[in-house]
């Protein structure tokens, strides 16, 4: 029988700590461009609002997720765990689960790594995934190498149990996500994490698109804690 050809990984292994000293900028970060401006604190209200339905302090993995592309995930999950790092004792992860396109460690400077598509196949561990940012008790994992099969990956039991052990490890697990609409992953992801953000851009999404795709999260036997609006005024809400 021919020899199984073992497919050689792009990326390289992160080192726990290489990204302790890239400083987390960016206009659009606003906890930490801005801390003390009018979206930073509206992150706050939405980090608030999270805490106060997990009274008992218990660890949660949070889903973000929008009807379509580019309402403002990869921001609002950012800047979401560097909110609710202020909290004295909070140890958050953001997870980069938009194995379609990623984009936590390119908003936050840093170089892809191996991430989540390596431990879910299996080539990597979950601590080799993992590492500390500049920001005190924040720390990332990225999409790692891109797979052909998204879906079957984030749909595996095995994402059940890496997102349990990572409970272990964080209060907060926040998961980024692709798109509801159009890409099935976070509806799936949706329903094996503890509750879902609805991040909605005003002005982009029509209400009847944001209300299909809450009836597809829950449908799923997800729990939609609320909707995070972008591009307003007011730029964050929660119901
Ligand atoms: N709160 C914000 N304030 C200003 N600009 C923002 C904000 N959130 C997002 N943006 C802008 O919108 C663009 C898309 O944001 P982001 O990458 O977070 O969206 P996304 O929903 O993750 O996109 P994708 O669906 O491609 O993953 C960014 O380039 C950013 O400039
Ligand atoms: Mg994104």
Same mark, same amino acid.
């Given at each position: 029988m =021919?020899k199984?050809t073992?497919q050689?990984t792009?990326?390289?292994?992160? +080192?726990p700590?290489? =990204?302790?000293?890239?400083?987390i900028?960016?206009?659009?970060? @606003?906890?930490?461009s801005?801390?003390r401006?009018?979206?930073a +604190?509206?992150?706050?209200?939405? /980090? $608030?609002?999270?805490?106060? %339905?997990?009274p008992e ?6 889903v %973000?997720t929008?009807s379509?592309?580019g309402? *403002? ?6 800047n979401?765990?560097l909110?609710?790092?202020e909290?004295?004792?909070? +140890?958050?992860?953001?997870l ?9 460690e390119?908003?936050? #400077?840093?170089p ?6 390596? &431990? %879910?196949s299996g080539?990597?561990?979950?601590? @080799? ?7 005190g008790?924040?720390?990332v994992?990225?999409a790692g190498?891109?797979?052909? $099969? ?6 595996? +039991? /095995?994402?059940?149990?890496v997102?349990g052990? %990572?409970k /272990? ?12 609409l159009?890409?099935?992953d976070a509806s799936?992801?949706?329903?094996? =994490?503890? *509750? ?6 005003? #002005?982009l999404t029509?209400?009847h698109q ?5 009836n ?7 729990? &939609?804690?609320?909707t995070c ?9 929660y119901?």
């Open positions: =021919a199984k073992i050689p792009t990326l390289s292994q992160a +080192e700590d290489e =990204a302790r000293d890239v400083t900028k960016g206009d659009e970060l @606003s906890l930490a801005d801390p401006g009018r979206v +604190e509206q992150f706050r209200g939405l /980090r $608030n609002s999270v805490v106060a %339905l997990n302090g218990a660890p949660r993995s949070v %973000l929008s379509v592309a309402e *403002g995930k990869t921001i609002a999950t950012i979401l765990g909110a609710l790092a909290l004295p004792g909070t +140890e958050v992860l953001l980069d689960a938009n194995l379609h396109s990623p984009g936590i390119e908003k936050l #400077g840093l892809r790594r191996q991430g989540l598509a390596d &431990v %879910l080539s990597c561990p979950i601590d @080799s995934a993992i590492r500390a940012t500049s920001v008790g924040v720390h994992m990225g190498n891109l797979p052909d $099969n998204p879906s079957q990956l984030l749909g595996s +039991e /095995r994402m059940r149990t997102l052990s %990572l /272990r490890r964080f209060t907060y697990v926040l998961i980024d996500t692709p798109e509801a159009r890409i099935s799936l992801i949706g329903g094996i =994490a503890d *509750g879902i953000v609805l991040v909605v851009r005003l #002005g029509p209400r944001v209300e299909q795709t809450h597809t999260l829950e449908a799923l036997g997800g729990n &939609v804690l609320g609006l972008t591009g307003a005024e007011e730029e964050n809400s119901d």
